[in-house]
């Protein structure tokens, strides 16, 4: 089983905040540090100091790390181009040696949108505007040095543009799409992805989630035109302790009201949170998102790669 940290760094975080924790998750044995692409809290809370762009300090992560998986669950749509992420993307896969990962989904927080005045359009439209940023963007990244990609669609137009920088890894970066929607997310998972994420549900909504892109697979034809099997992950909100208080303290912020969706959490012993990830690799699952809530407890994240890590198969 792969395991990776994930973080919510506009929960407040700076950027030092976030460098400590992704020195650790090197440190700890982790296969990757992906964070959370938001400009804005969902509770109550501001999240001071504030917000930190996702790209930017990934960027600057890359320099600063040395073998752990860098990424993002999941840059919005909604809040860049895709010509200049394509290229802000291959730029920073350079920067780690080849270690990037992008994850993008439509967009959701209207919120975040209203605060800094990024445009928020209906579902459609943004689900719409997803699908054409992943055909330019790995149109982008898989058009030969030399060449020049054109692009028309209903949102987005390219005119011969260079295709330049390429990313270090080949055809790119691995994409991964993921979330709980039953039709379209599937099938853009199916079309474009490397990796299916369901994030932060229970093992049977996560069963299910992966049966239907199982099943967009199929009608895409993906086996047949060569590409390689979809890794299946799964997201998992982690509070755990050595004793139950400590897990109970360790928990207390989901139980803050927020507009995120109903998540199933573990909550308890690390033999608890073992056990859950088995629960997962037995349904498909071959990689793991652990969502920590808080990134100044660096006590937590040594727990799970002390107590957690060592008991699971295969590599980091």
């Known amino acids: ?18 460098l400590r924790f992704a020195r650790l998750v090197e440190a700890a044995g982790f296969e990757g540090f992906l964070r959370a692409d938001h400009y804005q809290s969902m509770g109550a809370d501001p999240g001071l100091p504030g917000p930190t762009d996702a790209w930017l300090t990934l960027a600057a992560l890359a320099r600063e790390t ?4 860098l990424g993002t669950l999941v840059t919005s749509a ?10 802000m993307v291959a730029q920073v896969d350079q920067m780690s040696g080849g270690r990037i990962e992008l994850g993008i989904g439509a967009g959701w927080f209207e919120r975040e949108h209203r605060s800094y005045g990024i445009p928020f359009p209906a579902v459609g439209e943004r689900f719409d505007r997803l699908a054409e940023q992943l055909e330019v963007i ?21 005119v ?17 799409v993921g979330g709980r929607g039953p039709k379209r997310t599937p099938d853009l998972a199916a079309r474009y992805a490397d990796e299916f994420n369901m994030p932060f549900k229970s093992v049977d909504e996560t069963a299910e989630a992966y049966e239907r892109v199982r099943e967009a697979c199929d009608r895409v034809g993906r086996a047949e035109s060569g590409r390689a099997p979809l890794v299946l992950s799964a997201g998992i909100v982690v509070a755990i302790g050595r004793t139950d208080a400590e897990a109970e303290r360790r928990a207390a912020p989901l139980h803050v009201a927020s507009a995120l969706p109903p998540e199933s959490p573990v909550i308890g012993s690390p033999a608890e949170l073992v056990e859950r990830i088995g629960e997962f690799a037995a349904i498909g699952a071959t990689r793991v998102h652990l969502r920590l809530i808080d990134l100044a407890d660096l006590d937590h994240l040594e727990l799970i790669g002390s ?10």
């Open 160 to 176: 011969d543009a260079p295709a330049l920088p390429k990313p270090v890894q080949v055809p790119g970066p691995p994409i991964i």
């Open 78 to 87: 909604t809040f860049r181009l895709p010509g200049p992420l394509a290229v």
């Open 138 to 158: 790995t149109g982008l990244w898989r058009t030969p040095v030399g060449g020049s990609y054109t692009f028309t669609g209903d949102h987005y137009r390219l």
């Open 307 to 316: 107590e957690v890590l060592p008991q699971l198969d295969g590599d980091q």
């Open 66 to 69: 040395t073998r752990i998986r």
């Open 1 to 18: 089983m792969r395991v990776s940290v994930f973080t919510e760094p506009h929960r407040g975080a700076s950027y030092d905040d976030q």
